[in-house]
């Protein structure tokens, strides 16, 4: 297993178009986030999945975004109507189910510029 | 109030010395405190994490938590130049049975050879 694998690394797009984020998860990991990560700041927290069931979504998140994990494996995050505010690396993490600590293992990134 | 709070630094440091990095947090019923590191350009990587009160060590790194102060830390010491990056504070959080990590905006560290 490679870990986390997330496409494309890098999107550059026009105001207004919609984009798609795809997050290969490491296989024997049931969990998966996204969060969304601007210059200068932590990780924002944008939803979280536990197997194929979205479980908590941030306010963060405006009917633009909408975020699928089909069959519990992959997962996908779409922007709709993109708007300059986007512009910001979009960072997908899996953990696996254990009680205790949830170590989170994130991916590359994918970076969002958007003119 | 920011539900974790970091400095944001910079921070230097001289080769060699110990470089403390400092977090509070908001939220009582956080269970599980971790740091992450990201280098410039990178996405975050797990250095340790804590979830009991007092020292936990792990070579070079150790992670101090105090839960009656809401109070996490970061030690490295023989800071390298290889440390130079932005250090994460997180915090689990459980809610309703959902579970999710809350970051600080990080504090940049540099080393100085």
């Known amino acids: 297993d490679t870990g986390v694998s997330q496409n494309p690394r890098h999107k550059i797009t026009k105001r207004g178009q919609n984009v798609t984020f795809r997050c290969d998860p490491i296989?024997?990991?049931?969990?998966l986030y996204w969060y969304r990560q601007t210059l200068g700041q932590g990780p924002e927290f944008l939803t979280y999945?536990?197997?194929?069931?979205?479980?908590?979504k941030s306010r963060l998140l405006s009917d633009r975004f909408s975020a699928e994990r089909p069959k519990g494996s992959f997962s996908t995050l779409e922007i709709q109507r993109t708007e300059q505010g986007d512009s910001a690396m979009y960072l997908c993490?899996?953990?696996?189910?254990?009680?205790?600590?949830?170590?989170?293992?994130f991916g590359a990134g994918s970076r969002l510029t958007v003119l | 109030q920011k539900e974790v709070e970091q400095n944001s630094g910079p921070l230097s440091v001289p080769e060699g010395a110990i470089a403390s990095l400092n977090c509070t947090y908001s939220?009582?019923?956080?269970?599980?405190f971790f740091w992450y590191r990201q280098y410039s350009g990178k996405s975050p990587e797990l250095i340790m994490f804590?979830?009991?009160?007092g020292d936990k060590e792990d070579g070079r790194f150790t992670a101090q938590l105090n839960k009656a102060s809401q109070y996490v830390s970061l030690l490295i010491r023989d800071s390298q130049p290889s440390d130079s990056a932005t250090y994460l504070c997180?915090?689990?959080?459980?809610?309703?049975?959902?579970?999710?990590?809350?970051f600080g905006t990080g504090t940049r560290l540099t080393i100085i050879p």
């Open positions: 993490a899996s953990s696996p189910r254990q009680p205790g600590a949830n170590v989170l293992t």
């Open positions: 999945f536990q197997n194929e069931a979205q479980l908590e």
């Open positions: 296989s024997e990991h049931n969990r």
């Open positions: 997180a915090v689990r959080s459980l809610n309703f049975g959902n579970e999710k990590l809350t």
């Open positions: 939220d009582r019923g956080s269970q599980s």
């Open positions: 804590i979830y009991s009160n």
